[in-house]
């Protein structure tokens, strides 16, 4: 199995609250934009002021990003929000496997690395399936490898009554990359940092 995880891969920085393109600092409980970019095949977080933010989407590939606040007081350590299901959905979406690449090029918007992704997205489908996002309906075997069959019980975040269209995918397909006990909270520590939420 890929190493990646004990490599220093990602570049994520505590937040200073500070904008990427102008400097200026977020005040307290203002609002700021986070990203994660996809850069030369791993990822990067970066914030941005509201006003950088909505002038145009930053240099590169935007795989994810949110808005947020400045927590009241300053801290030292990075502010961790609780547990935001759609943030996590979209995350685990944007990693679906790829269609074949055309030759010599990438498929965009996806790590480089099919077994990183695997992981990533094997351990964001558990916590998905916890706190009940995705169903597992079923399992089966292919090229020597076990795939879960998920299932989206509705779109986190929307309103009961909000319209169907354009409804994202209902079931998904979910490479089990059989990973340790400790390898798994290693890959759940590193979802959390990336996103700065509570995992």
Same mark, same amino acid.
């Given at each position: 199995?890929? #190493? ?12 200073? !609250? ?5 400097a200026s600092e977020v005040p307290c409980e ?6 994660? #970019? ?6 990067? &977080? ?18 994810? !990003?949110? &808005? ?10 990075? &502010? ?40 990533? &997205? ?24 076990e795939w879960l069959q998920l299932d989206l ?25 059989? #990973? ?20």
């Amino acid at each position: 199995m890929s #190493l990646a995880f004990n490599e220093p891969r990602f570049d994520i920085e505590a937040s200073d !609250f500070r904008c990427k393109l102008c400097a200026s600092e977020v005040p307290c409980e203002g609002a700021y934009f986070s990203a994660i #970019l996809l850069e030369d095949g791993g990822f990067r &977080r970066s914030n941005y002021c509201v006003s950088c933010w909505g002038a145009g989407p930053p240099a590169g590939e935007v795989f994810a !990003f949110w &808005r947020t606040r400045r927590p009241p007081l300053p801290t030292d350590k990075p &502010r961790r929000v609780r547990f935001d299901p759609a943030v996590i959905f979209e995350f685990f979406r944007r990693l679906e496997a790829p269609a074949p690449a055309v030759e010599g090029q990438s498929a965009p918007g996806l790590l480089s690395d099919p077994a990183e992704r695997d992981e990533l &997205r094997f351990v964001l489908a558990l916590l998905l399936v916890r706190k009940k996002v995705l169903d597992f309906r079923s399992s089966g075997m292919k090229d020597g490898a076990e795939w879960l069959q998920l299932d989206l019980r509705g779109v986190p975040g929307a309103p009961a009554d909000a319209p169907e269209t354009p409804a994202p995918r209902k079931t998904h397909w979910v490479r089990n990359p059989q #990973l340790a006990d400790s390898e798994l909270e290693r890959v759940k520590l590193r979802i959390g940092e990336l996103l700065q939420l509570e995992m």
